[in-house]
């Protein structure tokens, strides 16, 4: 199985991953919550195993956008917290099971051949706009048929934007659902209003009809309108 570890504490990820790589596992690991976020949203894994508490992005950030994604990837949860309020949060979030540390390795086995029985859910189709498409699973987006590379961020940004198209959004929304900024003491308006600008450029210039537009005062809104 292809298994994705994002764990932060060195030890127990060393050993995790040499006793899957015993068991014939191909492991992939990484110790940052953003880094593991990335991993976790742009391949394809059997199961996936997340520690809650990690650096740059926690655990359940990590699952809660999995499964806004609509990405089905068997997720075990690692943890040092076994209260029940913790596991519920971890369940809610889109967790499939959870393991308190420490654990034993053949217990961990075990959840794993249990989580890969169950089957995963077919991911929903492409997220499209006109003849702009944008698939959440391979992370690509496409308008006319040309392929459009996207950084990170931006991709975060078209893909909020579609799943809100019609609607208006905010900067303070966007700052919020996208940036993680809840604080807003240090506004992100000129850092959103460059990514905008570059993402317009990249899915409305030489291309027909525009979609992005600016609504003054208001925010930013993706929508055909028909000539």
Not at 139 to 154: C, G, N, Q
């Amino acid at each position: 199985m292809q298994i994705l570890l994002i764990e932060d504490d060195d030890k127990l990820a060393s050993s995790v991953q040499k006793g899957l790589q015993t068991e014939g596992h191909e492991v992939t690991v990484t110790k940052t919550g953003e880094e593991g976020y990335f991993l976790a949203s742009g391949n394809t894994f059997d199961v996936v195993l997340l520690d809650i508490l990690l650096p740059g992005r926690s655990g359940l950030d990590i699952l809660s956008r999995m499964r806004e994604m609509q990405l089905a990837t068997p997720v075990l949860l690692l943890t040092a917290k076994d209260a029940v309020e913790d596991r519920v949060r971890g369940l809610d979030a889109g967790a499939d099971d959870y393991l308190v540390k420490p654990f034993a390795f053949p217990e961990l086995l075990a959840r794993i051949r249990a989580l890969v029985r169950r089957g995963r859910i077919e991911p929903r189709p492409p997220i499209k706009c006109a003849d702009l498409e944008l698939n959440v699973a391979s992370r690509s987006v496409r308008r006319a048929e040309r392929e459009i590379a996207l950084t990170p961020r931006e991709f975060e940004v078209l893909e909020y934007l579609l799943r809100n198209q019609g609607q208006v959004v905010s900067r303070e929304m966007l700052a919020r659902d996208v940036w993680k900024e809840t604080s807003r003491y240090t506004p992100l308006d000129n850092v959103i209003d460059v990514h905008i600008a570059r993402l317009r450029r990249k899915i409305d210039d030489n291309f027909t009809p525009k979609l992005l537009y600016t609504v003054r005062g208001l925010g930013f809104i993706i929508r055909e309108i028909s000539a």
